[in-house]
């Protein structure tokens, strides 16, 4: 019983028009302002038309595709203009085709208003037929009933092209609208660039599909985070420079960043961040960030700076990234007012080994003193191969040129101790130049060429020896 009171219920909202146009046919067939039909052919015509309007019939007649569109309309408008004509106001109630052209047009699109036309005008034309042969009543003169339906055929005929002109172009946008969206699922969902969109406390409240294989979480895991939380501690600061600029712009400004972000896995990878505000766009309010790994690149930008820095065969700075290292020294002690030393050093009997041994020998040697010198010199220092078997190493911060000799003696010590590669014990010595520079005394080029000479003199002496520059005594607040 339910079953059958829900049916009904359905029965009658579907075909609530048809219901109603039957209650008014009634009550005007008693008061007798209807032509002479019998009731019978107005409760046929218009249940027909009940049934025909319900969605399941639509459907079965216009087919799963909508290709007999034609059929299912046309099969409405008979009922439909039979119960207007029955009347004997056939052409004037006629505008209904007007309402099955509407709901139609919701069901089908724009392909219904062709259809619908036609069906309106044929079955308009066999209504004045049906009068104009005596097999149906009219309450109108013929002249005036054929002229009317004329009007009618015409203003549904241009009404179904008007509106289906405009659903079609609705059509067309809906289309290009969802053409476009579905390109840039495809573009957020297959990129390799991770976007994000957060508020302007940094809270992310969405993130595109990429997350995963960039950065190894999933794009739930991140919605409600902070991202400065996944930067390394040590870009904190330009984290919030960024987040800084961008909040103080607009949309039209777009700031970018290079930083290390946390992978999912706990490594750290290097993000090239392109990020604009948009909080005050209505269809965003987010300020939106676009992330890509540029580690490797990154890598290959390291090495390619590490290569243009540092000597190929033993490691240590070159002469350029040294005497660089000596500027900054300076400028540090003649900020905090402390000294800073350079010193030279020099190997003895190294062109003996490289002629005896050959230059593979030689160059293991290099390395086995390069090692030496990273051992013996602080981390705070520098040191460089300036080219052949001339070594420069920067003391940063010491006391005096006791302190310098000190480090210098150690060196030689160090050298004389480790002269023996793949088992050859090498006859080969060491002579080292000390050069001071106290707080704005001397800039780095003079203060190399003060070390170099001290160098000279040094190996004057005999090997293994070392030599601090003398200049003019300088008496400073800090001896």
């Not at 400028?331 to 062109?351: E, I, N």
């Amino acid at each position: 019983m339910h079953t059958i009171a829900a049916r009904a219920m359905a029965l009658a909202r579907n075909g609530m028009e048809s219901i109603l146009s039957l209650a008014a046919v009634v009550a005007l067939h008693v008061s007798g302002v209807l032509g002479s039909a019998p009731l019978w052919t107005y409760v046929l015509a218009l249940s027909a038309g009940a049934v025909l309007q319900q969605p399941e019939v639509q459907r079965f007649l216009a087919g799963p595709d909508g290709s007999r569109t034609g059929l299912a309309v046309g099969l409405q408008m008979v009922p439909a203009t039979a119960a207007a004509y029955l009347t004997g106001y056939g052409p004037v109630l006629a505008v209904t085709h007007v309402y099955i052209l509407v709901v139609h047009m919701r069901r089908a699109g724009s392909r219904a208003w062709r259809p619908t036309a036609l069906a309106s005008v044929l079955s308009l034309l066999a209504g004045e037929l049906a009068i104009a042969a005596g097999l149906l009543p009219s309450s109108l003169p013929m002249n005036q009933s054929h002229a009317i339906a004329v009007l009618v055929g015409i203003g549904t005929v241009t009404t179904a092209r008007a509106l289906g002109q405009f659903v079609a172009q609705r059509e067309q946008a809906e289309v290009a609208a969802r053409l476009s969206e579905d390109r840039f699922r495809a573009l957020v969902r297959d990129g390799s660039e991770v976007i994000t969109m957060s508020d302007a406390d940094g809270n992310v409240s969405w993130v595109s599909p990429a997350a995963q294989p960039v950065m190894g979480y999933k794009p739930e895991e991140l919605r409600g985070k902070v991202l400065n939380g996944l930067f390394h501690p040590e870009d904190e600061v330009a984290s919030m420079e960024l987040y800084t600029r961008l909040l103080a712009s607009d949309s039209t400004v777009e700031h970018s960043a290079e930083l290390r972000v946390r992978h999912a896995n706990g490594s750290w990878h290097w993000h090239e961040i392109i990020a604009r505000n948009m909080l005050a766009h209505p269809a965003v309010h987010a300020i939106v960030s676009h992330q890509r790994d540029i580690t490797e690149r990154r890598a290959v930008q390291d090495r390619i700076a590490y290569a243009a820095s540092h000597d190929g065969l033993t490691g240590l700075a070159n002469g350029p990234t040294l005497k660089r290292d000596l500027e900054r020294a300076l400028a540090q002690g003649t900020r905090y007012q402390h000294p800073v030393a350079m010193l030279f050093c020099d190997l003895d009997g190294f062109k003996a080994v490289n002629d005896t041994y050959g230059h593979d020998v030689g160059d293991r040697l290099l390395q086995t003193i390069s090692s030496v010198i990273r051992r013996t010199t602080r981390d705070t220092d520098s040191a460089g191969r300036l080219g052949g078997d001339e070594f420069g190493v920067v003391l940063t911060r010491v006391r005096n040129a006791d302190e310098a000799l000190s480090v210098a003696q150690r060196l030689i010590d160090g050298i004389t101790g480790n002269v023996s590669v793949a088992g050859l014990k090498l006859d080969v010595g060491c002579s080292v130049g000390v050069a001071l520079a106290y707080p704005g005394g001397s800039d780095a080029k003079t203060l190399m060429r003060h070390a170099d000479a001290a160098m000279y003199q040094a190996k004057r002496r005999g090997s293994n020896n070392t030599t601090v520059y003398v200049q003019d005594d300088v008496t400073a607040p800090w001896m």
